[in-house]
């Protein structure tokens, strides 16, 4: 039976594969990294361990590229050409459909995807964009894979590196610790610094995306002209926080345009 093959046994296959089986995902799943120790975490997962490279290629319905982007090209190297017609999904950061399209051999369909870590509890976002002339019904194949784990949305392929800057989890992860240190330094203990800049952050966008009031509205809400909220927002601004969180971005985008040169 064809299977669903990861090719790379690192964080977001581990994420991807925890995902899916928390969604009770039924499909054949088969993982292959050349380093055999970065199997052994998937050994009790439900999915199958393949050390052999072209021996999981050859069982690939969905075959999913997921290494480092400086390792995509030497990897596909030692795929070489195939006559199978399959669709092969990179998440390779940074690297376009221009510079894989055809690597495989004219019958491998492309597309690119860009799945967030939280999908490891079934909540994840992913952005997939394919390369002219996909078919529909694999389209749909892809879209059942990581719509398995989250929300999955078409983003144009020029959009794709700001995408990636902008949605990664690490984002919430960096703020909440940000403001609970900030918060310890004004007094609070460990736990309840956690406990406000937790409920800052993740109840307040929760609460947003239930509420269906625009965020401006409950920016104007929350923050009282001339209150202590407001203050804190101004300071934050008048001291470069909006510009610090441009910047980071593109510095981010840069490093993906770095990737697509490799």
């Given at each position: 039976?064809?299977?669903?093959?990861?090719?790379?046994?690192?964080r977001?296959?581990?994420?991807?594969v925890?995902?899916?089986?928390?969604?009770?995902?039924?499909?054949?799943?088969i993982?292959?990294?050349?380093?055999?120790?970065?199997?052994?975490?998937?050994?009790?997962?439900?999915?199958?361990?393949?050390?052999?490279?072209?021996?999981?290629?050859?069982?690939?319905?969905?075959?999913?590229?997921?290494v480092r982007?400086?390792?995509v090209?030497?990897?596909?190297?030692q795929?070489?050409?195939?006559?199978?017609?399959?669709?092969?999904?990179?998440?390779?950061?940074?690297i376009?459909?221009?510079?894989?399209?055809?690597r495989?051999?004219?019958n491998?369909?492309?597309?690119?995807?860009?799945p967030?870590p939280?999908?490891?509890?079934a909540?994840?976002?992913?952005?997939?964009?394919?390369e002219k002339?996909?078919?529909?019904?694999a389209?749909?194949?892809?879209?059942?894979l990581?719509g398995?784990?989250?929300?999955?949305?078409?983003?144009?392929?020029?959009?794709?590196?700001?995408f990636t800057?902008?949605?990664?989890?690490?984002?919430?992860?960096?703020?909440?610790?940000?403001?609970?240190?900030?918060?310890?330094?004004?007094?609070?203990d460990?736990?309840?610094?956690?406990?406000?800049?937790?409920?800052?952050?993740?109840d307040g966008?929760?609460?947003?995306?239930?509420?269906?009031?625009?965020?401006e509205?409950l920016?104007?809400?929350?923050a009282?002209?001339g209150?202590?909220?407001?203050?804190?927002?101004?300071?934050?601004n008048?001291?470069g926080?909006?510009?610090?969180?441009?910047?980071?971005?593109?510095?981010?985008?840069?490093?993906?345009?770095?990737?697509?040169?490799?």
């Amino acid at each position: 039976m064809k299977a669903i093959v990861f090719l790379g046994a690192g964080r977001i296959t581990g994420a991807l594969v925890a995902g899916l089986r928390v969604a009770n995902f039924n499909k054949p799943i088969i993982i292959h990294d050349h380093h055999s120790r970065n199997l052994k975490p998937f050994e009790k997962s439900g999915a199958k361990v393949e050390p052999v490279l072209h021996r999981a290629v050859q069982r690939a319905r969905l075959l999913v590229i997921a290494v480092r982007p400086q390792s995509v090209v030497e990897l596909l190297k030692q795929i070489g050409e195939t006559r199978a017609a399959f669709t092969v999904i990179s998440l390779a950061a940074g690297i376009p459909l221009s510079k894989l399209r055809g690597r495989l051999g004219p019958n491998v369909r492309w597309v690119r995807a860009m799945p967030s870590p939280v999908c490891r509890i079934a909540r994840g976002l992913t952005a997939v964009a394919y390369e002219k002339g996909f078919p529909k019904g694999a389209r749909r194949e892809v879209t059942n894979l990581f719509g398995a784990v989250g929300q999955v949305i078409e983003v144009p392929e020029n959009k794709f590196d700001a995408f990636t800057v902008t949605y990664s989890s690490s984002h919430g992860y960096h703020a909440l610790a940000t403001l609970a240190e900030a918060a310890e330094r004004c007094g609070l203990d460990r736990k309840t610094a956690l406990l406000a800049a937790a409920h800052a952050l993740a109840d307040g966008v929760d609460a947003w995306r239930r509420s269906g009031v625009s965020l401006e509205k409950l920016l104007e809400e929350a923050a009282t002209p001339g209150g202590i909220a407001a203050t804190v927002m101004t300071t934050m601004n008048e001291r470069g926080y909006r510009e610090a969180v441009e910047r980071g971005l593109r510095a981010g985008m840069r490093k993906a345009r770095a990737n697509a040169r490799k």
